[in-house]
């Protein structure tokens, strides 16, 4: 297939599409800041440069490539300053969300593309109430904090318009295994604690098995949600500990919620409260297996130095 990966230069697109080529794929790799496309070359695709928020230039490189298959991963979550407003940090990844992905579908309609995916998000948005871990079935969150509406409606936006245009959204865990992770430098620093009891539930996926997900979502070309998230959606409590020895760190503080929300406001408390997802969906309907299928190892293996593990041996 001929696929059209956009925003090839990120975390997850540098991932994916070197698997791409390996199954035999061609690849169009979109960039955005000037000077990655050598980066998006040497991964083996042809490189081009693209704003997705400029439906007319995304219409002319859909139209132009000619792709089977097109594949939307570009957010603008690089250096982001996390803020109490959520939404304020990810107001240019919401429009990517939103105007992006409906001028890539309006592109993929006009070009006769029938095979769309889409990067969506599993964690902190299924409702904050019931069992821990959430199925594709269960509900969102139907009142998220005041600074987090637009985020979640930019992801709600995206999950219907590519369903209903018959492609797939992947709800992707958080992602690490990748140089610039972002719980890396504040967990390092003693700066990310365990808020209150430490019992809202994240899910998390490493890099090379999101990719992994996504290579199985376009070849198996079935419509639909998927939560690609690993074997063990964890209370803060258990993976924050775990994460900060991985990484050479002291152990996180605690801090009561009220602290918390006073410090990070009410967006970023949702943690305390979040749930979890389950995969059971895409290992069932896509035949996914997981090299990391818990964060334990995963951990381990992306942040653990070989010198650090003979040291304590
Ligand atoms: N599920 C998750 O947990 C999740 C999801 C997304 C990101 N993140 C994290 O956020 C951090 C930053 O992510 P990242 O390294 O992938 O960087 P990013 O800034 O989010 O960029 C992702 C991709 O989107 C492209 N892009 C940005 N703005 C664009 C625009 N207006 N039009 C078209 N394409 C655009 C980027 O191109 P250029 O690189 O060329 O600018 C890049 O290819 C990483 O730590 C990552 O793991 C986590």
């Not at 698997?19 to 960039?31: A, K, M, S, Y």
């Not at 990810?90 to 593309?113: I, Q, W, Y």
């Not at 069992?131 to 079935?137: A, S």
């Amino acid at each position: 297939m001929r696929v059209f990966v956009a925003g090839a230069s990120g975390a997850i697109g540098t991932r994916l599409v070197p698997q791409l080529i390996d199954r035999g794929h061609e690849v169009i790799g979109t960039f955005r800041s000037p000077g990655n496309a050598g980066r998006v070359r040497a991964l083996g695709a042809e490189a081009i440069a693209l704003d997705l928020l400029d439906a007319r230039a995304v219409r002319k490189a859909v139209l132009e490539t000619g792709p089977d298959a097109i594949v939307h991963q570009a957010t603008a979550l690089a250096d982001v300053r996390f803020s109490r407003n959520l939404d304020r940090s990810f107001a240019p990844t919401n429009r990517l969300r939103t105007e992006g992905t409906d001028a890539l579908l309006a592109a993929a309609r006009e070009a006769g593309v029938h095979r769309f995916i889409a990067q969506s998000f599993a964690s902190y948005r299924y409702a904050r109430e019931g069992g821990p871990v959430k199925t594709e079935d269960d509900p969102l969150d139907p009142n998220p904090p005041a600074a987090a509406r637009e985020t979640n409606a930019a992801m709600a936006h995206l999950d219907q318009a590519v369903t209903d245009a018959g492609g797939v959204a992947l709800r992707y865990g958080g992602f690490y295994g990748g140089s610039n992770d972002g719980l890396v430098k504040p967990v390092r620093k003693r700066q990310f604690p365990i808020v209150g009891d430490g019992g809202g539930v994240s899910s998390f996926i490493h890099l090379d098995d999101a990719a992994a997900a996504t290579v199985l979502a376009l070849e198996h070309d079935r419509a639909g949600i998927y939560n690609i998230v690993d074997d063990e959606p964890a209370p803060m409590r258990d993976w924050l500990p775990v994460l900060a020895n991985a990484l050479g760190a002291k152990p996180p503080r605690h801090v009561p919620r009220w602290v918390a929300r006073l410090i990070v406001g009410e967006a970023l408390v949702m943690m305390a409260e979040s749930r979890g997802a389950s995969n059971a969906k895409a290992k069932r309907e896509l035949g996914w297996t997981l090299r990391y299928p818990s964060w334990r190892q995963g951990f381990i293996a992306a942040y653990r130095q070989p010198e650090s593990i003979e040291a304590r041996a």
